[in-house]
């Protein structure tokens, strides 16, 4: 089992950055696929990015992509994911996941996902 605790974050003007931290303690944390999904008010939680166990296979959203980077490092037991350009469509709490059955590649789809963070709000204005 594994705890994910997001952190990073807050208000920024459009076009501004943030990068989230998902920190995660537990099982080893090599062992686990992560992904970034996101909710905004009164939509369904979507995908945003992901990533394999080794940060060799990424997968974003069409939306993201050019925009955010995910990234992890194994030593630090954290996934990134680095916010540049924002939109105030970007505005969502950002939530992570950890899935633990087949951390060789990316996964894009909330159910495959084991664990969840308790999210971190990000808010664009225009």
């Known amino acids: 089992q594994v705890q994910l605790v997001e952190s990073g974050g807050g208000l920024v003007q459009a076009g501004g950055s943030l990068r989230l931290s998902c920190a995660a303690s537990?099982?080893?944390?090599?062992?686990?696929?992560m992904g970034w999904f996101r909710q905004a008010p009164g939509k369904e939680r979507e995908f945003v990015a992901a990533i394999n166990w080794s940060g060799g296979n990424t997968y974003y959203t069409d939306s993201v992509k050019g925009r955010f980077t995910i990234s992890r490092d194994n030593a630090k037991n954290t996934v990134y994911l680095q916010l540049n350009s924002l939109k105030p469509e970007d505005t969502a709490v950002y939530y992570c996941a950890a899935e633990s059955k087949d951390w060789g590649r990316a996964h894009i789809t909330a159910y495959e996902y084991d664990y969840w963070g308790q999210g971190t709000q990000v808010t664009v204005s225009s």
């Open positions: 537990g099982r080893t944390f090599s062992r686990y696929a």
